[in-house]
């Protein structure tokens, strides 16, 4: 199985910030690397597919960036509907896995 | 994008089977897209299931595949997973959820989710 390992695992954040979350894959999955937000109780919602491809209806302060096994998810000016937590995944090869996740926090 | 609906029974006794369908509306189980389940133990990350396709392939995580079943209705337009041999770490909030197709490795729509607790 290919282990996916977000970092850090929360951050603390006001609104208005940039922020920045990491995911390494323990192989190249070239750009086979998702993103998606989930809040509490909620479904996962997807944000970014194919490492850098926003997907439909999500705002443009999201972006992210990384091929092979580093990748990055980027927030641009955090609003407070952002505050959630985030995973990446990888679909380069079953079984898919996820992250462990990474908390966005109020500061 | 197509919607999904999780259901099922909330609590399941151990050495039990956690059985759960999943409805889908707004496309056909016959596309091309994979269906999958996703769980999540409480206050933990995500983990894959498995998937099964309207050719009858399935995908499963190795991990669970000893007690694992997965199966569609397509007369109902739903698929369906049944776990064996449940224990208390089976306890989880169930997704449903789908790619679009074989080469899609994304889930871009989700059920809401159910959540199931294995009890006495």
């Known amino acids: 199985d290919i282990q996916m390992t977000q970092f850090p695992s929360s951050l603390s954040a006001s609104v208005g910030d940039r922020v920045t979350i990491t995911c390494r894959a323990s192989?190249?999955?070239?750009?086979?690397l998702n993103w998606y937000q989930q809040k509490p109780g909620r479904a996962p919602k997807l944000l970014i597919y194919?490492?850098?491809s926003l997907q439909s209806g999500v705002p443009s302060r999201f972006s992210a960036s990384g091929s092979g096994t580093d990748f990055t998810l980027a927030i641009n000016s955090l609003q407070p509907e952002d505050f959630a937590t985030y995973y990446c995944?990888?679909?380069?090869?079953?079984?898919?896995?996820f992250g462990q996740g990474t908390k966005v926090e109020v500061k | 994008q197509v919607q999904l609906q999780e259901s099922g029974p909330g609590l399941v006794k151990p050495s039990g089977t956690l059985s759960l369908t999943c409805a889908v509306s707004g496309g056909s189980i016959s596309s091309d897209n994979w269906w999958s389940w996703v769980r999540q133990s409480p206050g933990k990350g995500l983990e894959w299931i498995g998937e099964v396709h309207h050719t009858g392939t399935t995908n499963y995580n190795p991990s669970l595949r000893s007690r694992l079943s997965l199966s569609l209705d397509k007369s109902s337009n739903q698929f369906a997973l049944k776990v064996a041999f449940v224990t208390a770490a089976d306890t989880a909030l169930y997704f449903c959820?789908?790619?679009?197709?074989?080469?899609?490795?994304?889930?871009?729509?989700w059920g809401q989710g159910i959540l199931v607790t294995v009890s006495s």
């Open positions: 194919a490492a850098s």
């Open positions: 959820a789908t790619r679009a197709d074989f080469w899609s490795g994304y889930f871009d729509s």
């Open positions: 192989q190249s999955i070239t750009s086979y």
């Open positions: 995944q990888q679909g380069y090869s079953a079984p898919w896995t």
